[in-house]
């Protein structure tokens, strides 16, 4: 049997595997363990006058797939994503899409991404060989672009080496993707010593990143910025509009890309960075903390809580948040179906930070919102899921960004939320990729 590798793993601030999944699967059948052509041997040329660079970002919070592309004039392109960087040829068909042809590919090599005849793993490269970009609303400045790509796997090892499988289409719509000018991002003005970010991550990703990283909370000063949970500080300087942070495995860059006016919500991208540009990118979630966040009284706490990372999603997950310490977490699924898992939950000795217990057998799931910022109904935290089996922990969901909505108050037997399911959204795969992504945000937890 051949199992292909999966096309488009998401990354990296806003975990939601456990880290003892991500070690068993990223390290695993779905962790790249070599990169070669484009994404390892290309030079990122020199911008010339007529380069125009853009950031195709998922607007969809759960995949934090991205694009970053240097359109070098009509012909030329220098494209970045998750597996690495390329460069290509440029042609545009009627429709007025733009497709990549790279040269060479960007390859991917995952260790088991197949099992052969005998039931045995075995490695499997993944060459993305063409990427399209069909502009469809917007201006030159902002809008939304559908994205697909075209590709081989062959298979390195089994019953069948040597064996090519073609995969995707870039003359089909892909994802539907926002589109920022790279020349009108955001200032960073606000970013001053003292100005802190939530949302970044210390943690070494790998190149192409195929580990999880926790979110965390960062202050910038005098040329460093410094990491609240570790409070490591690290070497920084801002360079072409993105902060490198010079960290001990190498230096990995950050730039905003927008600020919502009125939500909070801030899309960045994320890259390692070779000193000079990056060599591979991903979106990020970001929030700048604000004073006084939190959830007030119990009585105040009392709401609909629906998680905003999974707008749009065919799973809409609410927590009710109950007056006497109970509560249920419901996952409503667009065939209908719901699951719902009851909870009791407490105030932490600081008085702000949510804790939800959820009885698992002799485990007890504890489930910490740590407020960040309030935004009118959004309420935004750092969330993380640990499970407890006496002293022991384990952690489920590493610390990640999540934006609340609050959705009215919430009493037992309350739906209390307006439906917000996408029947039949192919979860972060374009049509012509068809590839189960491997690290997207996991509405079950």
Request: charged share 20%; glycine share 12%.
């Amino acid at each position: 049997m051949h199992v292909t590798p999966p096309r488009r793993p998401t990354a990296r601030t806003r975990a939601s595997v456990t880290s003892l999944a991500a070690t068993v699967v990223l390290a695993g059948a779905l962790a790249p363990i070599a990169a070669t052509g484009a994404n390892r041997s290309s030079t990122a040329p020199a911008a010339a006058a007529s380069t125009r660079s853009v950031a195709y970002v998922n607007p969809l919070e759960f995949d934090d797939t991205a694009f970053l592309v240097d359109w070098q004039g009509g012909a030329r392109a220098h494209l970045v994503t998750w597996e690495g960087r390329g460069d290509g040829s440029v042609t545009t068909d009627g429709q007025g899409r733009r497709v990549v042809t790279l040269d060479p590919p960007i390859s991917t090599v995952f260790a088991m991404g197949g099992i052969d005849c005998n039931g045995n793993p075995f490695p499997v490269r993944q060459d993305i060989v063409q990427v399209g970009f069909l502009d469809v609303a917007g201006n030159a400045r902002k809008g939304s672009t559908e994205v697909s790509e075209a590709g081989t796997t062959t298979d390195l090892g089994g019953c069948t080496p040597g064996h090519v499988e073609a995969w995707g289409d870039v003359d089909v719509p892909g994802w539907t993707m926002d589109r920022r000018d790279m020349a009108a991002r955001p200032p960073v003005d606000d970013l001053g010593d003292g100005a802190a970010l939530a949302g970044w991550t210390e943690t070494d990703l790998g190149t192409p990143p195929a580990t999880i990283g926790a979110a965390d909370v960062t202050t910038m000063g005098h040329g460093q910025v410094v990491f609240q949970s570790s409070g490591h500080a690290y070497p920084s300087r801002l360079q072409d509009g993105w902060t490198v942070v010079t960290m001990p495995f190498g230096q990995v860059a950050w730039t905003r890309i927008e600020v919502e006016v009125g939500t909070g919500r801030e899309h960045w991208l994320m890259a390692d960075w070779d000193g000079t540009r990056p060599t591979w990118v991903l979106g990020a979630l970001v929030v700048t903390p604000r004073p006084g966040a939190g959830f007030g009284t119990a009585g105040q706490a009392a709401r609909v809580w629906e998680n905003g990372i999974f707008v749009g999603d065919q799973v809409q997950v609410l927590h009710q948040v109950y007056k006497d310490g109970t509560g249920v977490k419901r996952n409503l699924n667009a065939d209908g179906s719901e699951t719902d898992a009851p909870f009791t939950w407490h105030f932490a000795a600081d008085g702000v930070t949510m804790i939800q217990d959820r009885a698992l057998g002799d485990v007890t799931a504890e489930r910490t919102w740590v407020p960040l910022a309030n935004h009118g109904k959004t309420h935004w935290v750092m969330e993380s899921l640990t499970n407890w089996d006496g002293g022991l922990g384990t952690p489920v969901i590493l610390p990640r960004v999540v934006n609340l909505l609050n959705e009215g108050p919430a009493w037992p037997g309350n739906g209390g939320a307006p439906t917000r399911l996408t029947p039949g959204l192919h979860r972060a795969s374009s049509t012509g990729s068809p590839r189960p992504p491997a690290r997207l945000q996991d509405p079950d937890r």
